[in-house]
């Protein structure tokens, strides 16, 4: 059976949203997994407005899809909420967005018409993504939210170091320079963004490059290369 990549992500102190907001990135998520289908043909669902799962049949586009994902949330403003606790964590979503693990492995079941995803992918990147944080009634720490996981040691060994890295590098970016990530993680160039935006050329590139979009361009592809070889 062909393997897939299955990604499971779980929005990062979605909880201390105010109404509004979870409503807001609720509403969100179901437009960003549309345009994700539309573009990449993955089949994706979103589970109690802050969880959702996405498969991608073609398992090398799987990292490219997981910072879409990620630098869509990470581009969403929200706003403060109204005590010191929830706006702590608040950051803590302005950083990070969403914890996203990608699965590599074989599916058992897979019946898009009636929502059914079943076998050792979806298994793979939900444990691992549902594996708590360190935590304290009054502390939340994050170290990781981006991962590979697979049956194959040697795989998880190879992507490991390159998730680390993408992980700290997206942790960084400002919520307008993850929104032309994402762009341009869809296949849009500068000109096209700059065009829907309104502004010049030069202001794109600026986000693009304090983003890191080169190495995160390279690493996409060596992923995609990698994971094809490895089929």
């Known amino acids: 059976m062909k393997k897939v990549a299955v990604i499971s992500g779980d929005i990062v102190s979605s909880t201390s949203l105010i109404k509004e907001d979870r409503v807001m990135l609720s509403e969100q998520l179901q437009d960003l997994l549309t345009q994700l289908s539309s573009k990449f043909a993955t089949h994706s669902r979103v589970v109690k407005g802050d969880y959702l799962e996405c498969v991608c049949k073609e398992a090398g586009q799987s990292l490219r899809v997981a910072l879409a994902i990620k630098s ?13 606790k929830d706006n702590n964590r608040i950051k803590l979503f302005k950083t990070h967005g969403i914890r996203l693990a990608i699965g590599y492995g074989e599916l058992s079941i897979f019946e898009p018409e009636k929502n059914i995803i079943d076998g050792e992918a979806i298994y793979l ?64 160039n500068e000109e096209e963004i700059a065009t829907m935006w309104g502004v010049s050329q030069s202001v794109i590139n600026q986000h693009s490059t304090s983003v890191g979009w080169n190495a995160i361009e390279k690493a996409v592809e060596y992923y995609n290369q990698t994971i094809k070889k490895h089929k």
């Not at 869509?72 to 010191?84: D, I, M, T």
């Open 72 to 84: 869509f949330v990470k581009s969403l403003e929200v706003r403060q909420a109204g005590n010191r």
């Open 125 to 188: 990147s939900g444990r691992k993504v549902n594996k708590p944080s360190a935590q304290s009634k009054e502390r939340v720490v994050i170290k990781n939210t981006l991962f590979f996981v697979s049956h194959e040691e040697a795989l998880n060994e190879h992507f490991d170091p390159m998730m680390g890295l993408l992980d700290v590098l997206l942790s960084k970016a400002t919520a307008r320079q993850s929104e032309v990530l994402y762009w341009k993680l869809l296949g849009l």
